[in-house]
């Protein structure tokens, strides 16, 4: 496993495995006279997983836009395994291994879960073959080169398997996470991006999709990394390699779960936005049991 590694000085993105798989510099986001990020840095080692985290409005979304080339920064850069890819197109990113996933699901409900992968392999392979697939269903049962073993080997990876001729609205939200994710999977990307995957899920849906990222990134040859924006803190400081935490578009802290979970500034972002904090036999005052930043909460 990569360690954590801070993005704070120039050239900190080379670690001992070579350059990091996305690493952000000075990232400055303006909305007219709103700054939503300012002078953010951030760095994700290659075969690691790096948590989001912040209070409302924060800034962790407009991040993850400009990790992903959605949205131009107004300053700073951001480099994809040592590339300058600042001023590359999300579409382009993508192409060269820049993978997201939506909070909303984005995914075709009549089609099976095996039919998404294949479509999202084909869009990777051949993408002329797949606007004709989606013009033609009937397309889409004649196999492409290579096609039924990668994404075999994603139904399984992702625990599908059981599922693959299911069509994805039958299915419930937690499953179909799992599918968003391995359509992602399925263009082989060196970081996936994950905005709030689990949203929505009740306990057992939460820690079983915690459980998979866990393994999808230790299972990578490849040194895949994640990226993973998530209200829920106590899943994010359980799963994640190092954290980085927003408060009003500023980096207040980075490091490992325990150095994040005890830090004074985070305490105080959390404690002044999620729970009152407690009276301590003593009198004084403490974080709130159960709270966020102790990893017990339900979240921001
Ligand atoms: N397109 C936009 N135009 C103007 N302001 C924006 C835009 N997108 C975000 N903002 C503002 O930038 C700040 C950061 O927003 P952002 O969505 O990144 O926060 P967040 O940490 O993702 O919050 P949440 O946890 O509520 O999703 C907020 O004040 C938000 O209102
Ligand atoms: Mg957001």
Redesign the pocket.
């Known amino acids: 496993m990569t360690t954590a590694t801070d993005a704070g000085a120039p050239g900190a993105d080379a670690g001992p495995n070579g350059p990091a798989a996305l690493a952000a510099q000075g990232i400055v986001v303006r909305?007219?006279g709103?700054t939503?990020l300012s002078d953010v840095s951030l760095d994700v080692p290659r075969g690691s997983i790096v948590g989001l985290v912040?209070?409302?409005?924060?800034?962790?979304?407009?991040?993850l836009?400009v990790l992903s080339g959605l949205l131009s920064p107004n300053e700073g850069t951001v480099r994809l395994l040592g590339d300058d890819v600042t001023g590359v197109s999300a579409r382009h990113r993508a192409i060269r291994g820049v993978a997201r996933t939506f909070q909303q699901p984005e995914l075709f409900m009549g089609l099976s879960v095996r039919e998404h992968l294949v479509l999202a392999y084909r869009a990777r392979v051949a993408p002329r073959r797949m606007w004709l697939d989606m013009l033609n269903p009937a397309a889409l049962f004649r196999t492409a080169p290579g096609e039924t073993d990668t994404v075999d080997g994603l139904l399984e990876r992702l625990h599908l398997t059981h599922v693959a001729k299911a069509p994805v609205a039958a299915l419930p939200l937690g499953v179909i996470r799992l599918v968003e994710v391995a359509r992602a999977l399925a263009s082989e990307p060196k970081v996936l991006l994950l905005d709030?995957p689990l949203s929505g899920l009740d306990i057992h849906g939460s820690e079983n999709l915690v459980g998979v990222f866990r393994e999808i990134v230790d299972r990578s040859d490849d040194g895949l990394a994640l990226v993973i924006?998530e209200?829920d803190v106590a899943a994010v400081l359980a799963l994640s390699d190092s954290v980085v935490v927003?408060d009003f578009?500023e980096r207040i802290a980075v490091g490992t779960p325990e150095e994040v979970r005890s830090d004074s500034a985070v305490r105080a972002a959390y404690l002044g936005d999620v729970e009152p904090p407690t009276r301590t036999a003593a009198g004084q005052e403490g974080p709130a049991p159960g709270s966020a930043v102790d990893g017990q909460g339900a979240g921001?």
Do not use: R
């Open positions: 909305f007219g709103l939503a912040g209070p409302n409005g924060a800034g962790k979304s407009t991040l836009g709030e924006v209200h927003l578009g921001a």
